[in-house]
Nanobody, 114 residues
Framework: QVQLVESGGGLVQPGETLTLSCAAS????????MAWYRQAPGKVREFVAF????????TYADSVKGRFVIFRNNPDRVVYLRMNMLKPEDTAVYYC???????WGQGTQVTVSS
């Protein structure tokens, strides 16, 4: 079965950097576009970043442009999200997703607070 396992979240102060990981299995990772989403308390899940299957192209939500970087390692079947200059409004549970596959992992909590 498809499995997506997010990790790397934690508690950080504003301005700090954190890198999330998503380990994928059960599908053709190297031919599948991947994305990161997040859901803050009391809010709907929102798009954060997208990367194509080869890792050549990426797109970002306006709220994270210039701060976050999505990248992947296809042989290792892992997609990453490096979050720079974190803000309190980045606080959320972060999830990865495979394009066309309606399976979600447990997510990883990111809390940005002073």
């Amino acid at each position: 079965q498809v499995q997506l396992v997010e990790s790397g979240g934690g508690l950080v102060q504003p301005g700090e950097t954190l890198t999330l990981s998503c380990a994928a299995s059960g599908f053709s990772f190297s031919t599948t576009a991947m994305a990161w989403y997040r859901q803050a308390p009391g809010k709907v899940r929102e798009f954060v970043a997208f990367i194509n299957s080869f890792g050549y192209n990426a797109t970002y939500a306006d709220s994270v442009k210039g701060r976050f970087v999505i990248f992947r390692n296809n042989p290792d079947r892992v997609v990453y999200l490096r979050m720079n200059m974190l803000k309190p409004e980045d606080t959320a549970v972060y999830y990865c997703n495979a394009q066309g596959i309606s399976v979600w992992g447990q997510g990883t909590q990111v809390t940005v607070s002073s």
